[in-house]
């Protein structure tokens, strides 16, 4: 099994950029997370899936954020334009209903 | 009010030594309830899950205390590679605790 993809691993652009996160969930999983991660914060559920469906989007912090799940294995997060407080660590998520949730290993992105 | 609060520590354990930490939980209503670690610059691994009548897993024990809404976590026999930071989560409202930091020393 190999687990939650993100790509890629370390996103650094400039303030204004478009910014695209991708993610590929652990197959059979009906249910997919986007996370944020800073140590302000910690942890913050951004949007989530149910079968490609988005079921709760109050995490996403304004319309600079979007997301997609055009199918079963496949989720973007694209963040137009960037800004440096964008600046984070984000992570996806996948679950089968009612089990834990499997990170993959987060995209580390920096706005200059 | 968080929806899941937890110390943030840092927990400073000898090796060898035994660690409990709780979190806290604001809504009566949530069922389920897991332990993740996370290790510096990685992502949250799952550790256990809580159940209600409590869990082992080695040197992991989880409880759940419904009357006072928190979960705890118990490490026996600290060892070196214990050290990280634990995340409480509320899976119902997908909400993670801030994480408590145990740092486990020789």
């Known amino acids: 099994d190999a687990g939650v993809i993100q790509s890629p691993r370390h996103e650094v652009t400039e303030m204004g950029q478009e910014v695209t996160l991708r993610c590929k969930p652990i197959s059979g999983h009906n249910s997919l997370f986007w996370y944020r991660q800073t140590m302000m914060r910690g942890l913050e559920l951004l949007i989530y899936?149910?079968?490609?469906?988005?079921?709760?989007d109050s995490g996403m912090p304004e319309d600079r954020f979007s997301a997609k799940m055009p199918n079963a294995s496949f989720s973007t997060l694209k963040i137009q334009p960037s800004e440096p407080r964008d600046s984070a660590v984000y992570f996806c998520?996948?679950?089968?209903?009612?089990?834990?949730?499997?990170f993959g290993n987060g995209t580390r992105l920096t706005v200059t | 009010r968080k929806e899941v609060e937890q110390d943030p520590g840092p927990f400073n354990v000898p090796e060898g030594a035994t660690v409990a930490f709780n979190c806290t939980y604001s809504n009566s209503a949530s069922q389920s309830f897991f332990w993740y670690r996370q290790d510096c610059r990685k992502e949250p691994k799952l550790l256990m899950s809580v159940y209600s009548s409590g869990n082992e897993d080695g040197r992991f024990t989880a409880q759940l205390n419904r009357a006072s809404q928190y979960i705890s976590l118990l490490i026996r026999d600290s060892k070196l590679s214990d050290s990280a930071t634990y995340l409480c989560v509320v899976k119902e409202k997908l909400q993670f605790g801030a994480g408590t930091q145990v740092v486990v020393t020789p």
């Open positions: 899936f149910n079968n490609n469906v988005p079921i709760d």
């Open positions: 998520a996948s679950a089968v209903l009612n089990s834990p949730l499997h």
